[in-house]
């Protein structure tokens, strides 16, 4: 579970903030602008490579997106599965 | 009636949390044509003041130039002032196309096709030529009309971070598969007045087979060496697949603007494009104004040159003065304040010294990145440049931010 927190977190650090930004688990990634909704493309991607799972793009939302934590959440629900 | 006090209630709340949230707009009123001196009325009903306008599109000074002015009149009385038609039924004359080809020869394109704004022709172009079998990758700091346009094109978007080509190729590759690759960018941005690297750029899309669509709405007129463009600046004239740019800037002013690029893409926005399918396009009146604009800056590079020496002497100014400002080869010059309340009350002190500059913040500039953008014209003597400055000292000394770093200005006001 940490592991794949801390994969989720580096990917977002590296993919969309600038050198000098730091998140926490629970930073609001979407409402604090730090994704916008068009790159979260990215980040669909990435999550559905690397644990080899497809999220149905209604899942896909913004809300679901917009921490770490969620974003987990909302993995963990297709790895299980 | 159906705008119950239930309907009316949600609308008052919205307007109370965008007033709440220090984010309200509020226009001012200008009683004097558009120049470098403006008559203004701010806040509704106060007594008129004369400033010196530091903050307008018009970067050549040909807003209210007596010749476009002048051919604005001889069109109105010889095509009239309305169309009352789309383009394809009964809404195109002569000096339609004449201007068409007039921005293919300037612009080094091979077509181009009018909307009634840039905002239109963003809005049109993407789904006019992709499908959900394309993708568009555009900088995260495209202009907001360029984003509604990808939001009404069933392609899928991504993004790289501004003027990163690394980041960029990696998207290339990531998505090599896609039938059409768009790489999307603004020549010059906006908010910050850099310039996309579009030699590199050019050289990305050939090596993985994408197109590119520069919208240089913040550049024609005076960006490279006889004012083209961005792609003049990178030297990649004629490698640019879709130019967008706007006459509402420094091309007059007025309002219209334009898709140029490669024929095809052009002949499939006549076909499909919605805000050129449905809607008048520029009035006569405005297309007679851009012409003698085209003539004026064909016949000399004067004016361009001109707002160069401006920008360099403002961009001197500040920098001397000890301000922090976002570097670039362009007019548009932020001087970087990074807290949002300190921005709204720089530019207020500023107006109260008959200086018109507005501050910027959050969301319309990253969170922690306010300032004020100013905007040079080839309209500006370099006396109006000297008050500007003088004020800018005057009210940077108020606030002791002069000389001080990003670290210490935030340290001082917070983010």
Redesign the interface.
Known sequence: MEDIKELVRSYIVKEYLEEDEEITFDTPLIS??YV?S??M??LL?FLENKFKIKIPPSKATPEAFDSVNKIVELVNQYINK | MSYSSKVKDIFRTQLSEIRNAGIYKEERFIHSSQAADIEVEFPSGAAIKKVINMCSNNYLGLSSHPEVVRAAHEGLESRGYGMSSVRFICGTQDIHRELENKVTEFLGTEDTILFPSCMDANAGVFEAILTSEDIMI?D?LVHASI?DG?RLCSA????FKHSNMEHLEE?LQ?HADKRIKLVITDGVFSMDGDIARLDEMVNLCEKYDAMILVDDSHSSGFIGRTGRGTHEYCNVVGNIDIITTTFGKALGGASGGCVSGRKEIVQMCRQRARPYLFSNTISPVIVAGVLKVFDILSASTERRDKLEKNAAWWRKGLNEAGFIIKEGNSPIVPVMLFNAKLSQDFSKDLYNEGIYAIGFF??VV??GQARIRTQISAGHEIQHLEKALEAFIKVGKKYGILGLSREEIIAKYGM
């Open positions: 604090s602008g916008d068009f790159s493309v990215s991607v | 555009s995260r984003i990808m899928q978007h991504d993004t998207k990531l959050f969301p990253p969170n």
